[in-house]
């Protein structure tokens, strides 16, 4: 089976633009989500999506969304760009059944540089 | 709120030494507890998982962890380690029905050949 992809990979972005990230989950998999990796904060939670739906959000501002296709690809937006929004930014996908819960698979992540 | 803490933020061990990384976390209902390894330049792999059941889990490479529900911690322990195992760790939790995971901070570990 293929990994989880994220494109594109890097992304350099000014303060004030907005940006798209890509996540394509393994085949099968239902759940994805996303967190924010900085040195200073670590690894943050942002929102969990399964079935097109907002499962789970985590505490960041309005200028961060996200969406699931029906095929359960993501994306996450992100708006009016601040230097704070650089960062690696993660999709992780599993089955999302919720009673047992499965473990999470990672991508390789999307760096975004804001300038 | 759920948290977990990782008290060692780096770790330099020479090789064939054995490993031991703390982790704790404070939450009152049923957890499931991870550890990844996220080596340099790649993604966070899955090194083992704790669900129920027998509270000491093995995982990939040798690494091993055990719950203990009385000192609210799943360390981390490998009896000899290898260069190779450079990396950074990361214990994580959810909790039951809830896909979200919570974080410690890492730790990263530096193996000398």
């Known amino acids: 089976k293929a990994g989880v992809t994220q494109t594109p990979r890097y992304l350099i972005k000014t303060r004030g633009q907005q940006v798209t990230l890509s996540c394509s989950p393994i085949?099968?998999?239902?759940?994805v989500s996303w967190y924010q990796q900085t040195p200073g904060q670590g690894l943050q939670f942002l929102f969990e999506y399964f079935s097109e739906t907002q499962r789970n959000k985590g505490n960041f501002p309005g200028r961060f969304s996200g969406r699931q296709f029906s095929n359960s690809r993501s994306e996450m937006n992100v708006s009016t760009l601040e230097l704070g929004d650089s960062a690696l930014y993660l999709c992780?996908?599993?089955?999302?059944?919720?009673?047992?819960?499965?473990?999470?698979?990672f991508g390789n992540g999307t760096r975004l540089t804001v300038t | 709120a759920q948290s977990v803490s990782q008290h060692n933020h780096h770790v330099i061990l020479s090789e064939a030494a054995s490993l031991e990384l703390g982790c704790n976390y404070s939450y009152g209902g049923t957890v499931n507890l991870f550890w990844y390894v996220q080596y340099p330049g790649q993604h966070l792999q899955l090194l083992l998982k704790y669900f129920s059941g027998d509270p000491l889990v093995k995982g990939i490479k040798g690494f091993e962890a055990e719950f203990i529900k009385s000192k609210f911690s799943f360390n981390l322990r490998k009896p000899s380690v290898q260069w190779s195992d450079t990396a950074e760790y990361f214990c994580?939790?959810?909790?039951?029905?809830?896909?979200?995971?919570?974080f410690g901070t890492g730790t990263r570990l530096t193996i000398i050949p």
């Open positions: 992780a996908s599993s089955l999302g059944g919720g009673e047992n819960n499965s473990p999470l698979h």
């Open positions: 085949s099968g998999h239902r759940s």
């Open positions: 994580a939790l959810t909790n039951f029905g809830n896909e979200k995971l919570t």
